[in-house]
């Protein structure tokens, strides 16, 4: 139900609506899968292997959770603290999908997890192209 | 996708997976629908009157962003920490839903918000409900 | 400086100051000791010990964090949702602390950390009882 | 104490030590200090003036939560996710700061919330001239 408040916003925000919509959800997505995704790990008997993977999960649902509160605010915003942001996303995201790619044979939550990634990347990308 | 993840998980928590899922879903929504809430308002003309609106968000986003993470975790939980967790977020979902709905007949964003919020307290109380 | 910030609030909270401040400071430096602590314990040759402590270190962190931010506003507050926010958070630093105590004797990280989750426990505890 | 678990880490980061201690520190200090301002802000009679620092105070508290968190872990980084994660960091305290500075001269709580923006954009500047 969120799209459908941030659509009621009084003074909506110049950004393309969609790439817009796309990015927030696909950060709320990708916050809480590299949170389930870490969890799963912590619980795998190879953990030894997935440290890389815990660590970058964990920094991924935090950049992603920073980035989907800011981009979902419309009122009086700043350019470029957005665009670094989104900017600092994509990045995150980038870095935990290959790392879960790495596991993605032995583990389906890596596999499920590095495609919510991939595609939270794709629409950071795609928001920035809209703006820049 | 999250869903799917936290079904991959090696060693499922105990709890009643329905309900779990729905709560998981509810306080991302509800995290996400407060913080477009709290920004819409800060838009509107009367502003002032919207003040503790803005603040029971703010709460409220928080409240269900930490435990959207939190039951979202299957590995080793303790059962104390999260039944309290619910409690509080249930608690800030009550608040938020009272103060939106004082407002609902003026603006859409705040009746949708209070709706988010009445469902996501709900899914908090079926969710404890399978646990104590 | 931010305790300078919450002092200069136009309109202060009625909870006392005292033990609303060092609250606040409680929550915010157990958030980042629990995340240093999970970080420390994912660098551990032992690592498949504390998986229990990691997970209960991620919880405490999210709850303090949102506790935190919570009290630290005094702009029309509403006392349910503090009190069962708070209660959370003592929760959390009482999982954690008993966790992080099994491994204070093998590591000093496990140790310190223990000890900021009593202090927060406490801190939630006195700011509780000049509450209700 | 939570420098002191980042400094038990079994595996400490190869960043400057002190460099990084001062931006977690600063990350935790200005998220807190924006979260305190935005609340000192709701409670002001001339709060239509005070949207724009609103909103900015939100962005900066959050994207400064989610930098400390991530240059807090040291186990296993990923430089480019932390050089562009202190980035936007850096550009929402420069947002915040100057937002701020422009109330500074009416609400002393955006005063000191400029200096303490102003001191984590350096902080994290000085963090990044020590990696790239």
Redesign the interface.
């Known amino acids: 139900?969120?799209q459908?408040?941030?659509n009621?916003?009084?003074?909506p925000s110049s950004l393309d609506r969609d790439a817009l919509l796309r990015c927030?959800d696909d950060c709320?997505?990708c916050a809480?899968?590299c949170?389930?995704?870490?969890?799963?790990c912590?619980?795998?008997?190879d953990?030894?292997e997935l440290?890389?993977c815990?660590?970058?999960n964990?920094?991924c649902?935090?950049?992603c959770?920073?980035t989907?509160?800011?981009v979902?605010?419309?009122?009086?915003?700043?350019l470029?603290?957005i665009?670094?942001?989104i900017?600092?996303c994509?990045?995150?995201c980038?870095?935990c999908a290959e790392e879960c790619e790495r596991h993605a044979a032995h583990?389906?939550?890596c596999r499920?997890?590095a495609?919510?990634c991939r595609s939270c990347k794709q629409a950071c990308d795609d928001l920035l192209a809209t703006i820049v």
Chains 1, 2, 3, 4 share one sequence.
């Open positions: 139900m969120h459908e408040i941030i009621l916003h009084p003074h927030i709320l997505d809480a899968s949170t389930a995704c870490a969890d799963a912590l619980g795998e008997s953990l030894p440290v890389r815990i660590r970058l964990l920094d649902a935090d950049a959770d920073a989907g509160r800011i979902t605010r419309q009122t009086a915003p700043d470029r603290l665009i670094t942001m900017e600092a994509a990045a995150a980038v870095a583990h389906e939550h499920v997890c495609a919510v």
